[in-house]
């Protein structure tokens, strides 16, 4: 970015040491050219973002906007390097718990005096509370999935276990004991649940909320400690009976990933699998013919069907020279209707609140009234705010949380690591 800067101005001072300048503040055709990185990777998704980036070319002729392609697998260090090489893009597509280190380190520019009001007003409190940092917003949070149960219709059916609903979901003790009925119907060999759990942190702290649990504790000093309660223990707590007491969820899931896992579903293996709301797409696409499903609110505790997220965000380059027209371009892709293209196109759920009462978002096919109807309870995921949060979930949480998930160690040595290490590591980046 600076590279392009320091470019337009030897422009600049070319034409005024020529007599040639005619005001175009160094844009030869008078053109500002920007780029947008998207992270937009399933086809419908693409081809939404990338129809959007047409549709403002054609009607912006002074402001044209490039479509750049961005990986999910690599998008925080590729960032980095481009924010400190001075090439970043100037429209950003992340995810708001990939914000903080960016924001409190300079490389993205504060939205709050940019947006219309029309956007702030139609997105919720709860979710621009993702992307604000010290009361300064740094990202606008547009696309967000709650975690659901995608369940084998027949096997639940025939069960006759009570079957929840957003407004009535099972606690987690009758999840437990839901699991245990499931997998004595079902026989050796296949269990009631499958946890894919090769990513636990973030599953564990959102699902968590329901209980109330919060991990993170933020101080009067407004310091961020690690704090492991009973509540925090409900989720996990779970888990772990599930696995290594009921025998009631599978041992070789624990590793898998969440496609990992959409074989064993299909083919009568488990009978309910818990996955991000988007994961839908993949079952229609991939289930075999006249395999049965249906999406089930997950568990919920104290707080209902409370959920942490991380919505997916559109930022501004910090070394952008062209931040209003970035801001404006963004205001335009997110506008209600383009909001539920992008939504559809990714099968999840828009932020905004005129967006997600549209009736496309509502119907019963392929769970999306149920998604629909959480919506409201979705809050910001415990971590977001929490400096040095990639390190402690990688060299932490992670292995930490593997470990007792699988039995290897219990709730108390679960706590001790989580609190003593885990603070050692946030501790260096607040100092």
């Known amino acids: 970015m600076r590279a392009r800067t320091l470019a337009a101005a030897a422009t600049v001072l070319a034409l005024l040491l020529t007599g040639c300048s005619d005001g175009d503040d160094g844009r030869t055709d008078g053109t500002v050219r920007l780029r947008f ?16 980036v047409a549709e403002w070319n054609r009607t912006h002729p002074g402001v ?95 069960s006759g276990v009570r079957v929840p609903t957003a407004a009535h979901p099972w606690s987690w003790a009758e999840f437990r004991e839901v699991t245990k009925t499931l997998t004595a119907a079902m026989g050796k060999g296949r269990y009631g649940v499958a946890w894919p759990l090769k990513e636990p942190v973030s599953v564990t702290l959102n699902l968590g909320l329901s209980a109330g649990g919060r991990l993170f504790h933020r101080g009067d000093d407004n310091k961020v400690t690690v704090r492991f309660t009973d509540a925090d223990g409900v989720m996990p707590g779970t888990v772990h009976d599930q696995v290594n007491t009921d025998r009631s969820a599978s041992r070789t899931t624990l590793g898998m990933s969440g496609s990992d896992t959409l074989p064993g579903l299909f083919g009568g293996k488990y009978a309910m699998v818990p996955l991000g709301f988007s994961f839908r797409q993949q079952v229609v696409q991939q289930a075999p013919k006249g ?35 970035a801001a404006a371009f963004i205001d335009f892709m997110l506008q209600p209707p383009n909001m539920v293209r992008l939504a559809k196109g990714d099968w999840m759920l828009p932020t905004g609140t005129r967006a997600l009462a549209d009736p496309a978002l509502h119907t019963p096919k392929d769970g999306w009234s149920t998604g629909a109807e959480l919506a409201r309870s979705l809050r910001s995921a415990p971590a977001q705010s929490v400096r040095g949060y990639p390190e402690w979930k990688d060299k932490v949480a992670t292995p930490a949380l593997q470990e007792y998930y699988s039995g290897a160690i219990d709730r108390k040595e679960l706590e001790k690591r989580l609190e003593r290490d885990g603070n050692l590591v946030l501790a260096r980046y607040q100092r």
């Open 291 to 325: 395999f049965a499903w249906t999406v089930l609110p997950a568990p919920a505790g104290d707080e209902g069907n409370a959920q942490g997220v991380s919505p997916q965000t559109l930022s501004v380059a910090q070394d952008s020279p062209y931040k209003k027209e």
């Open 37 to 52: 990185q998207s992270l937009a990777w399933q086809k419908e998704s693409v081809d939404a973002n990338k129809e959007l």
């Open 64 to 158: 044209q906007v490039d479509y750049v392609q961005g990986s999910w697998d690599s998008v925080h260090d590729q960032l980095l390097t481009s924010f400190e090489g001075g090439e970043a893009p100037d429209i950003i597509h992340d995810a708001s718990d990939d914000l903080a280190d960016f924001a409190y380190g300079g490389y993205l520019a504060d939205l709050t005096g940019l947006l219309p009001q029309r956007l702030k007003d139609d997105i919720p409190r709860r979710s621009w509370e993702t992307a604000t940092f010290d009361g300064k917003t740094y990202g606008v949070p547009f696309l967000q999935e709650p975690r659901v149960l995608i369940a084998n219709k027949k096997i639940l059916d025939a």
